[in-house]
């Protein structure tokens, strides 16, 4: 995105041409945010609305609010997620890119390939609200790794021998 591009450069210019890997995860800072708030938010402005439901809809939140204010916060953190994590390995693994981005592929097809094996318990035993819930808790939890990676990631790429120094 250009704000991203804005930023990198400025970090460009700042480091004399050659800024760490770690800055092209400024933009993912926000995005594990976004992502987590996205998910909470269509979690709690979810309700059942079936008449036999014990909390039917309240008739103030039409159906389109929770997917526009839950939807529009994941896919913006996602997006920027998504572009920090695959710059920031291209970066930080030069050499092996390919091979980075490769693994990279490989770890989000195996959850995307086990997550529909008990997606459908998870909703059913938790509902809706529970189940997204859940699911937020651990974007929550994941929100900090963009932080964590900025701060430490110069050390860890200094024990790897695949990683630019």
């Known amino acids: 995105s250009t704000l991203s591009h804005r930023v990198y450069r400025r970090h460009h210019e700042k480091h004399a041409g050659n800024p760490p890997p770690e800055t092209r995860l400024l933009c993912g800072m926000p995005g594990g945010i976004l992502?987590?708030?996205?998910?909470?938010?269509?979690?709690?402005?979810?309700?059942?609305?079936?008449?036999?439901?014990?909390?039917?809809?309240?008739?103030?939140?039409?159906?389109?609010?929770?997917?526009?204010?839950?939807?529009?916060?994941?896919?913006?953190?996602?997006?920027?997620?998504?572009?920090?994590?695959?710059?920031?390995?291209?970066?930080?693994?030069?050499?092996?890119?390919?091979?980075?981005?490769?693994?990279?592929?490989?770890?989000?097809?195996?959850?995307?390939?086990?997550?529909?094996?008990?997606?459908?318990?998870?909703?059913?035993?938790?509902?809706?609200?529970?189940?997204?819930a859940l699911l937020a808790g651990l974007c929550t939890i994941m929100a900090p790794l963009p932080f964590v990676f900025y701060k430490y990631g110069a050390k860890l790429r200094e024990k790897s021998k695949f990683a630019v120094a």
Do not use: C, K
Not at 65 to 77: C, E, K, N, V
Not at 95 to 124: G, K
């Open 35 to 132: 992502v987590a708030l996205g998910l909470y938010l269509l979690a709690f402005l979810t309700f059942p609305n079936t008449p036999s439901s014990p909390t039917p809809r309240p008739s103030s939140i039409p159906w389109i609010l929770p997917i526009l204010f839950g939807s529009i916060p994941f896919g913006a953190g996602m997006v920027l997620i998504f572009q920090a994590v695959f710059t920031y390995l291209v970066t930080a693994y030069r050499p092996i890119a390919a091979s980075a981005m490769a693994a990279n592929s490989a770890l989000r097809s195996a959850f995307a390939a086990v997550f529909p094996l008990f997606a459908r318990q998870m909703y059913e035993r938790l509902g809706v609200v529970g189940a997204t």
